[in-house]
């Protein structure tokens, strides 16, 4: 299946998923001006509206998204690999905990 | 520069509709209004449900939306009893130069003789204003109020980031932005006070959203805190989604906080994106940006809201193809070809602006066409705020 991710702003380290999607799908990664820039075979399956990491990332780094902070990475994180809650903490206010009651 | 075509105003604005809008200060007067503005096409009614105390706010937001120049002459009609008087409000607006009458049921003689000194004073000023020809203006003299409700997972990846796209254009060429929903800029505003002109405008910034956090914070929401659907929907911080929400402004530099509360109505005093210290309710929200002299709307969707506004025209984008599809009577602007890469978030920005120049020139939206005439005013429990500190 031709699956899609859109890069917001250029400065993003992740895209965001507009199908559905299993492991070993290619998913093609949009750059904001609408151009493929980046084909990655998934090594796990990422919902629709989650996002994609397009760089490998380690414990302390930013995510980037919108070209802003939106998060620190807390596990090491390969390139291809679903970014969200379980590897990834808030920068300003932390939602761990308040996450599992909900989750 | 890029040209509207619209309606210059006793006062220098410059409207891009020609309504006729009848006021009632109070509800007590609401049915009578509506009876009048019924029986003259492109008249409106409007009121506010919050008693007939002489309340600033309620003052600010009437007066605002009369002297907002979509408007072409204002009939208030009260009661007679309240406090907040027509008087009050029909004063203020006449100060614009634009016709302003009253009526008061109490001093007419009751409902009927009312509606129909109404009827035939909205008639007379009809055949007037069908006289008004539209003329060209730069869009600096234009005021585009943005707004989002009804967000789903394509909000903060199509639709508000292409509207952004459509935000930064406008001023660039000179023209006006105003967003507002605080509650939904919580986790950004060190983002948004770095985008301020100055220093000042910084600190506004940070109080208007930490007194959103407060107001929060006192009825025990914690505001860190995220819903179920927004995790599950792919949100993964309050960052992130707030960051989604802000999106739809563009990335401009802020020129300063638009506060409404019960010492302050601003409005924006130079072009350039403003913040208007608001509402996230959604119609309130579009009303109190309408007030503070926006004559167009933009307004984002996912799901699918379907809410106009009683004197501008509002524009619907959605990011969802299924909403677009489905609820095509009330979408405007399809930003989901985003989504399989057919448009970029640049193409859908350009055909937004685009929207925008031709509804100003008297294009009709969905809503407009569906007869959508939305309008409420917003208020804060006073006693809260001064429990608060914030007043």
Known sequence: MNIKAIQIDDRDNVATLTNNSKKGDIVQVLNPSGVVFLELQLIEPIPYGHKISIKNLKVGDEIIKYGETIGIVNKNILKGSWIHTHNVGSARMPTSGKEEGIL | ?391
């Open chain 2, 1 to 391: 520069m890029t040209e509207f075509f619209g309606y210059k105003r006793p006062d220098g604005s410059i409207g891009v509709r020609n309504h006729l809008l009848v006021i009632a200060p109070i509800d007590c007067s609401f049915e009578p209004a509506k009876k009048i503005a019924s029986q003259v096409d492109g008249a409106v009614a409007i009121t506010q449900h919050h008693g007939c105390g002489n309340d600033p706010v309620l003052v600010h937001n009437l007066v605002g939306t009369g002297l907002n120049p979509n408007v072409a002459a204002v009939l208030v009609v009260g009661l007679g009893c309240e406090t907040l008087t027509s008087k009050i409000i029909a004063e203020a607006i006449q100060k614009s130069g634009k016709p302003v009458e009253t009526l008061v049921i109490q001093e007419e003689g009751g409902t009927l003789k009312t509606q129909k000194k109404g009827i035939k004073i909205l008639k007379k000023w009809k055949k007037e204003i069908a006289e008004y020809k539209p003329e060209p203006f730069p869009i600096c003299k234009l005021i585009l109020a943005v707004e989002c409700g009804g967000s789903d997972a394509t909000s903060g990846i199509a639709a508000n980031p292409a509207v952004g796209v459509a935000c930064d254009r406008l001023i660039d060429e000179g023209g006006t932005v105003i967003f507002s929903e605080p509650q939904e800029m919580i986790g950004t505003q060190h983002i948004l006070a770095r985008r301020a002109i100055n220093e000042l405008v910084a600190e506004d910034i940070y109080t208007m959203i930490e007194n959103d956090e407060a107001r929060l914070k006192a009825i025990g929401v914690d505001s860190r805190w995220m819903s179920k659907g927004n995790i599950d929907g792919g949100l993964t911080t309050i960052e992130e989604k707030s960051l989604g929400a802000i999106r739809k402004g563009g990335t401009r530099q802020i020129q300063g906080v638009l506060w409404n509360d019960w010492e302050r109505f601003d409005k924006p005093t130079r072009p350039g994106l403003w913040l208007q210290d608001g509402t996230g309710w959604d119609v309130p929200s579009v009303s109190h940006m309408v007030a503070a002299g926006a004559q167009v709307v933009v307004f984002t969707t996912g799901q699918g809201s379907t809410t106009g506004h009683a004197i501008a025209p509002v524009i619907k984008v959605t990011g969802n193809p299924h909403t677009y599809a489905s609820m095509r009577d009330n979408m405007d602007i399809n930003a989901s070809t985003i989504l399989n890469g057919g448009d970029s978030i640049f193409d859908v920005g350009d055909r937004t602006f685009n929207t925008i120049i031709k509804t100003s020139s008297g294009s009709k939206t969905k809503a407009e066409t569906l007869g959508y005439q939305d309008y409420i005013v917003f208020l804060r429990s006073r006693a809260a705020e001064h429990l608060l500190g914030h007043c």
